[in-house]
T-cell receptor, first 114, second 113 residues
Framework: QKEVEQDPGPLSVPEGAIVSLNCTYSNSAFQYFMWYRQYSRKGPELLMYTYSSGNKEDGRFTAQVDKSSKYISLFIRDSQPSDSATYLCAMSALNAGNNRKLIWGLGTSLAVNP | ETGVTQTPRHLVMGMTNKKSLKCEQHLGHNAMYWYKQSAKKPLELMFVYSLEERVENNSVPSRFSPECPNSSHLFLHLHTLQPEDSALYLC????????????FGEGSRLTVL
């Protein structure tokens, strides 16, 4: 079993739709959860960051963590064509030292059609 | 220049060539990373430098050799690569403290013939 599972898609939705992106994980030690967005021919950029369980909202984006189910979600409201990108989940437990080793999902490719 | 800059953006090399990838960060961070991104695989951490000390991923072949001369610059020296090494190589930086917030460059697309 992979430590992090993420459906690579592709996912295609009409403009204005609510998008739900998900990852599941197996390591109960994970406590830091991130969503990165990667546009074509660009590097990933941090979109949302959550510690432990709960929700976090930033504009049209909401990140949810359910540690009891080992499941994280990213919701995009009123999706726009500019949201078309690959969304990667990443998570980590605390390592010794100053660096965290992130465990990544495969990324979900999203296309929002005008 | 701002953020994380990688050069070259594209590189084609034969299996007997020697080349280097360069990364420079202008964010004042004290940790730098090399990642490999291949189709249908998650991001693979190759090397981490923190305060110029290397934490190495043991599964990286010796044909990849990193160098971190200072906290702003990171190199990946390549020699006798294999076609399966063709991938997007991403450099990233972060501020120590381990928040996991990585700032990536745009990557160097490597093709090995």
């Amino acid at each position: 079993q992979k430590e992090v599972e993420q459906d690579p898609g592709p996912l295609s939705v009409p403009e204005g739709a609510i998008v739900s992106l998900n990852c599941t994980y197996s390591n109960s030690a994970f406590q830091y959860f991130m969503w990165y967005r990667q546009y074509s021919r660009k590097g990933p950029e941090l979109l949302m960051y959550t510690y432990s369980s709960g929700n976090k909202e930033d504009g049209r984006f909401t990140a949810q963590v359910d540690k009891s189910s080992k499941y994280i979600s990213l919701f995009i409201r009123d999706s726009q064509p500019s949201d078309s990108a690959t969304y990667l989940c990443a998570m980590s437990a605390l390592n010794a030292g100053n660096n965290r080793k992130l465990i990544w999902g495969l990324g979900t490719s999203l296309a929002v059609n005008p | 220049e701002t953020g994380v800059t990688q050069t070259p953006r594209h590189l084609v090399m034969g299996m007997t060539n020697k080349k280097s990838l360069k990364c420079e960060q202008h964010l004042g961070h004290n940790a730098m990373y090399w990642y490999k991104q291949s189709a249908k695989k998650p991001l693979e951490l190759m090397f981490v430098y923190s305060l110029e000390e290397r934490v190495e991923n043991n599964s990286v072949p010796s044909r990849f050799s990193p160098e971190c001369p200072n906290s702003s610059h990171l190199f990946l020296h390549l020699h006798t690569l294999q076609p399966e090494d063709s991938a997007l190589y991403l450099c990233a930086s972060s501020q120590g403290g381990g928040t996991g917030e990585l700032f990536f460059g745009e990557g160097s697309r490597l093709t090995v013939l």
